[in-house]
């Protein structure tokens, strides 16, 4: 596995340390979704890295990206409290075990998506910049 699959893998798995929330890796959304809502986790993009020589290095600012849903009465409640465990659990663990150099999310900006006949989602894709380092820039 290559080091980028690797940090995003281990990205997935931080995520699903969020309680009661599933978190899908690339998929589609689901017709239905879980009470305590969902995740999707999107690779995003690498970025234009930058290289330093001596050795050779590549260093990435890659922004991957977390697709929040949340349904029912009590969407604005579940998508802050959503919203909250995903900051929890990236303050907790910063660096993935060591895989990058520092993680940080960006705010997200939700919106409220109506749905006929049923109660509406609230959504938000929450930017996650992954800093890190590799000796090869397909890696």
Same mark, same amino acid.
């Given at each position: 596995?290559?080091?980028?699959?690797?940090?995003?893998?281990?990205?997935?798995?931080?995520?699903?340390?969020?309680?009661?929330?599933?978190?899908?890796?690339?998929?589609?959304?689901?017709?239905?979704?879980?009470?305590?809502?969902?995740?999707?986790?999107?690779?995003?993009?690498?970025?234009? !890295?930058?290289?330093?020589?001596? =050795?050779?290095?590549?260093?990435?600012?890659?922004? /991957?990206?977390?697709? @929040? $849903? +949340?349904?029912?009465?009590?969407?604005?409640?579940?998508?802050?409290?959503?919203?909250?465990?995903?900051?929890?659990?990236?303050?907790?663990?910063?660096?993935?075990?060591?895989?990058?150099?520092?993680?940080?999310?960006?705010? !997200?900006?939700?919106?409220?998506? =109506?749905?006929?006949?049923?109660?509406?989602?609230? /959504?938000?894709?929450? @930017? $996650? +910049?992954?800093?890190?380092?590799?000796?090869?820039?397909?890696?």
């Amino acid at each position: 596995m290559s080091p980028r699959e690797t940090i995003l893998t281990a990205l997935a798995d931080l995520m699903r340390t969020v309680p009661h929330v599933p978190v899908l890796r690339g998929e589609v959304l689901p017709e239905r979704v879980p009470a305590a809502g969902l995740m999707i986790l999107r690779d995003g993009e690498p970025g234009e !890295p930058g290289v330093t020589l001596s =050795p050779l290095r590549y260093h990435f600012q890659h922004r /991957a990206e977390i697709e @929040t $849903v +949340v349904q029912g009465a009590d969407r604005d409640t579940a998508f802050a409290t959503l919203c909250a465990s995903i900051g929890a659990a990236i303050s907790a663990e910063r660096t993935l075990g060591g895989l990058c150099d520092w993680v940080e999310a960006e705010a !997200p900006r939700p919106v409220d998506l =109506p749905i006929e006949g049923a109660a509406s989602l609230k /959504a938000a894709v929450i @930017t $996650v +910049v992954l800093h890190y380092s590799t000796a090869d820039p397909l890696g």
